[in-house]
């Protein structure tokens, strides 16, 4: 049972580059959200879905896609990665509303 | 959408005393209110919530207190100790709502 799992756990990329980010969750749960972590500025919230196939708009959308074709992966895209997006990203599950959160072990993105 | 305000933004305390920590919310439709703790280098894990039905809630050395009149909940530690050193996020998540909305975390230091 791993829980909540990221992939990859660190990236560098160029400017202009793209790359997609996984986050895979064998607990069920319904509700799955991409954060990003900045010094300062808490948790943000990027995309969020709430069960398979459907997505919506956070806090910070611009500049990521994402997609739950699974129920248990949601996955997150920078098409053209920019130097402010250089960040770490959290994704979280839980199984309704106001539930426990769980988070993965976040990934640290770097945008040069 | 939720505004929830966090403060302090660093705390230090000797060990053994006790820290406070403070958030409002504006939307008074919020109803769960968790506490997550995050290590340095970790990722986020819940350690107390309260739901707006209750006024207080406690769990050994940690407590939530909850003013829904005056839109604020707090949380409050006891006889610190140096592994209660981490980042302290309060979240909120309104009755009906998808999300739920964090401060921007309190970096707490127990001194030895």
Known sequence: NAGVTQTPKFRVLKTGQSMTLLCAQDMNHEYMYWYRQDPGMGLRLIHYSVGEGTTAKGEVPDGYNVSRLKKQNFLLGLESAAPSQTSVYFCATRQGQNTEAFFGQGTRLTVV | ?112
Not at chain 2, 58 to 82: G, Y
């Open chain 2, 1 to 112: 959408g939720e505004n929830v305000e966090q403060h302090p933004s660093t705390l230090s305390v000797q060990e053994g005393d006790s820290a406070v920590i403070k958030c409002t919310y504006s939307d008074s439709a919020s109803n769960y209110f968790p506490w997550y703790k995050q290590e340095l280098g970790k990722r986020p894990q819940l350690i107390i919530d309260i739901r707006s039905n209750v006024g207080e809630k406690k769990d050994q050395r940690i407590a939530v207190t909850l003013n829904k009149t005056a839109k604020h909940f707090s949380l409050h530690i006891t006889e610190t100790q140096p592994e209660d050193s981490a980042v302290y996020f309060c979240a909120a998540s309104l009755l009906w709502g998808n999300q739920f909305y964090f401060g921007t975390g309190t970096s707490l230091t127990v001194i030895p």
